[in-house]
C-alpha cells in the first residue's frame, strides 16, 4: 500500500506499508489547507535542499515529533542537527548512495539541476523493492531520471511541473518518459504566479510523447491510495 497526499507546492506525506515519511514539509503553503504542523506522526522527513519552500517546518516537525529523523544531504542535514543541539535526529548522506532504514526500507538522494546553499540539490526515491516513490525535488530536466527508472522501477513519480525554477510541463513530460512510474503526480506549480506550468499542458505533453501513466492530479490536502 502507498498512500500520497499532497499538501501543495513540494510538500507531501507519503506512507509505504507500515513507514510514513513527509518530503519537502512547507505544510504553510500557500495553498495547503492544513493550518499548523500536520498531525501524522512520521518516522522520517525527507528534505531535499535548503531553498525555504523545501525546508519549509522541517525543524518545528522534528521538534514535536521526537521519533521522526531527518534525512538530507550531508551539509543540510549537519545544519539541522546544529539547530536542534542533536546529532541523532539527522541523517546525512550524499547522492547515489542507499541508506538503510532497516525493514527493507531504504532511500537514496538522486541528483538535481538545481541550486542551494547547504550542500548539494537533490531528489529522492524511498520506498523498498517494488513500492519505490521518487520525489525529483527542485530540478531541471535529466537524463539520470532513466537511471533511476531502470535501476528502482519507482511506482510513483512526483514531478515538478511548474517551470522558471524547475521543469515545467514538456520537460516533466518527457522526463516521465524516461522514469517510466506507473503513476504520476505533478507539483511545484500554481504556488506563485511564476511557476505557471498547469496538469492539462503536462497531459497533453505526455499524450505528443505517447507516455502511458496514470496522472493522478492532487487538489491540496488531497490523498490518493495505491493498493496493487
Ligand atoms: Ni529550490
Ligand atoms: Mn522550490
Same mark, same amino acid.
Given at each position: 500500500?502507498?498512500?500520497?497526499?499532497?499538501?501543495?507546492?513540494?510538500?507531501?506525506?507519503? +506512507?509505504?506499508?507500515?513507514?510514513?515519511?513527509?518530503?519537502?514539509?512547507?505544510?504553510?503553503?500557500?495553498? +495547503?489547507?492544513?493550518?499548523?504542523?500536520?498531525?501524522?506522526?512520521?518516522? @522520517?522527513?525527507?528534505?531535499?535542499?535548503?531553498?525555504?519552500?523545501?525546508?519549509?517546518?522541517?525543524?518545528?516537525?522534528?521538534?514535536?515529533?521526537?521519533?521522526?529523523?531527518?534525512?538530507?544531504?550531508?551539509?543540510?542535514?549537519? @545544519?539541522?542537527?546544529?539547530?536542534?543541539?542533536?546529532?541523532?535526529? !539527522?541523517?546525512?548522506?550524499?547522492?547515489?548512495?542507499?541508506?538503510?532504514?532497516?525493514?527493507?526500507?531504504?532511500?537514496?538522494?538522486?541528483?538535481?539541476?538545481?541550486?542551494?546553499?547547504?550542500?548539494?540539490?537533490?531528489?529522492?526515491?524511498?520506498?523498498?523493492?517494488?513500492?519505490? !516513490?521518487?520525489?525529483?525535488?527542485?530540478?531541471?530536466?535529466? #537524463?539520470?531520471?532513466?537511471?533511476?527508472?531502470?535501476?528502482?522501477?519507482?511506482?510513483?513519480?512526483?514531478?515538478?511541473?511548474?517551470?522558471?525554477?524547475?521543469?515545467?510541463?514538456?520537460?516533466?513530460?518527457?522526463?516521465?518518459?524516461?522514469?517510466?512510474?506507473? #503513476?504520476?503526480?505533478?507539483?511545484?506549480?500554481?504556488?506563485?504566479? !511564476?511557476?505557471?506550468?498547469?496538469?492539462?499542458?503536462?497531459?497533453?505533453?505526455?499524450?505528443?510523447?505517447?507516455?502511458?501513466?496514470?496522472?493522478? !492530479?492532487?487538489?491540496?490536502?488531497?490523498? #490518493?491510495?495505491?493498493?496493487?
Amino acid at each position: 500500500m502507498i498512500k500520497v497526499k499532497w499538501f501543495g507546492h513540494a510538500a507531501f506525506q507519503v +506512507s509505504i506499508d507500515s513507514k510514513t515519511f513527509y518530503v519537502d514539509p512547507w505544510i504553510s503553503n500557500p495553498l +495547503s489547507p492544513v493550518k499548523g504542523l500536520p498531525e501524522a506522526e512520521p518516522d @522520517y522527513i525527507i528534505v531535499t535542499h535548503d531553498h525555504g519552500d523545501h525546508l519549509g517546518e522541517a525543524i518545528e516537525m522534528l521538534k514535536k515529533f521526537s521519533k521522526a529523523k531527518l534525512i538530507g544531504i550531508y551539509e543540510l542535514a549537519s @545544519y539541522v542537527a546544529e539547530v536542534l543541539q542533536d546529532q541523532t535526529r !539527522v541523517i546525512g548522506a550524499n547522492i547515489g548512495g542507499p541508506i538503510d532504514l532497516g525493514e527493507g526500507y531504504k532511500a537514496i538522494l538522486t541528483p538535481a539541476f538545481h541550486s542551494s546553499g547547504r550542500g548539494a540539490p537533490t531528489g529522492v526515491v524511498f520506498g523498498k523493492p517494488g513500492k519505490f !516513490v521518487y520525489h525529483a525535488g527542485d530540478t531541471g530536466l535529466h #537524463y539520470e531520471m532513466k537511471l533511476i527508472g531502470d535501476l528502482y522501477k519507482p511506482t510513483v513519480a512526483l514531478l515538478p511541473i511548474g517551470g522558471h525554477f524547475t521543469m515545467g510541463p514538456e520537460e516533466a513530460a518527457y522526463a516521465t518518459s524516461l522514469i517510466r512510474p506507473k #503513476y504520476v503526480i505533478p507539483m511545484h506549480y500554481g504556488t506563485f504566479p !511564476v511557476i505557471k506550468g498547469t496538469p492539462e499542458e503536462f497531459k497533453e505533453h505526455l499524450r505528443k510523447l505517447n507516455v502511458e501513466v496514470n496522472v493522478i !492530479v492532487l487538489k491540496a490536502g488531497e490523498e #490518493y491510495v495505491i493498493t496493487d
